[in-house]
């Protein structure tokens, strides 16, 4: 059996994998947490699911590293400096590993490596991504590393920068530049987690789009991160393409 603790547990995604620990053979459901102010009572799970805050997921799972938990972190808002970070703080402190998946969506992790396999075919690739209206930040992490994986694609690839006639703009309306690649995020009444990538060259478009339907779809892959996390060959691992056998 395996310990599993939730970071929080009463929130939209928390309350899934409460239920989704609690459904599982070989998973048993140790505390189920919602304020910081307890992360005491996970004392004695071998795994921490962490579904809460971008502003509270780094000090998480600084805490479960100081308290020898392993953690598997769906939490947003993860850029390279605070992987850097989460990086340094398993670094001091051995034994747990860390696996944060910006998408536990088995066809959203999919929709991201087909993303970066196109990239370098296309002059344009711009990523539109849209959510419940209740998300606390924008864009969402699974577009943000979409753009990572589309803007390292390209370089690799030696593509050219995107061609770009734009100079009159009302601030905002080109999206957001992650690392060159434009991201649009909409908040709609009625939609859970969306997202379109959509490439452009000369006479053809292609797009890719991935939509979660409900949360449940996230649990497969969030019991497979607790299944695997301990047995990571790195201390920290971004995303779930190794656990499915994607490069
Ligand atoms: N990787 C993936 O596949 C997915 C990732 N997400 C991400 O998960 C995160 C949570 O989303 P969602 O469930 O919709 O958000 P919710 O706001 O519904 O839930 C977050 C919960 O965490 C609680 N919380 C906040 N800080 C802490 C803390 N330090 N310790 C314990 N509990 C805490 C909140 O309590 P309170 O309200 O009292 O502050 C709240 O109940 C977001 O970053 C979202 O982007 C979402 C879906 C899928
Ligand atoms: O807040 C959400 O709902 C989601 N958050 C994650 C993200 O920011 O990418 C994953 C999914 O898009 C749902």
């Given amino acids: 059996m395996i310990k599993v603790g939730v970071f929080g547990a009463y929130g939209r995604m928390g309350s899934e994998v409460v239920k989704a620990v609690e459904g599982a053979a070989d998973t048993e459901l140790v505390a189920a947490v919602d304020d910081p102010a307890e992360r005491g009572a996970v004392r004695g799970a071998d795994v921490v699911v962490d579904f809460t805050h971008p502003d509270e997921v780094v000090g998480n799972i600084r805490w479960l590293a100081e308290n020898g938990i392993h953690a598997v972190v769906g939490t947003s808002g993860f850029d390279d400096a605070r992987i850097a970070e989460v990086r340094e703080t398993l670094a001091a402190n051995p034994g747990p590993n860390a696996l944060i998946a910006p998408n ?17 075919y296309f002059e ?22 979409t753009a990572e994986l589309v803007a390292g694609a390209r370089a690799r690839a030696g593509a050219e920068p995107m061609p770009d006639a734009t100079t009159s703009e ?16 909409l908040r709609m009444t009625g939609m859970i987690a969306h997202q379109e990538v959509v490439f452009g060259t000369h006479g053809e478009t292609l797009r890719i789009r991935h939509d979660s339907m409900n949360r449940e779809s996230f649990m497969p892959g969030v019991l497979l ?15 779930l393409e190794p656990l499915l056998g994607l490069d």
């Fill in 170 to 185: 009302i601030p905002g309306a080109r999206g957001a530049d992650v690392e060159g690649v434009r991201v649009h995020a």
């Fill in 225 to 239: 991160g607790v299944r695997r996390v301990a047995g990571l060959p790195d201390r920290v691992t971004v995303g």
């Fill in 124 to 145: 344009s690739t711009e990523i539109v991504e849209l959510h419940h209206p209740n998300k606390a930040d924008a864009p969402s992490g699974t577009a943000y590393r």
């Fill in 104 to 120: 536990f969506g088995i066809a959203a992790v999919l929709m991201m490596n087909f993303a970066a396999k196109a990239a370098p």
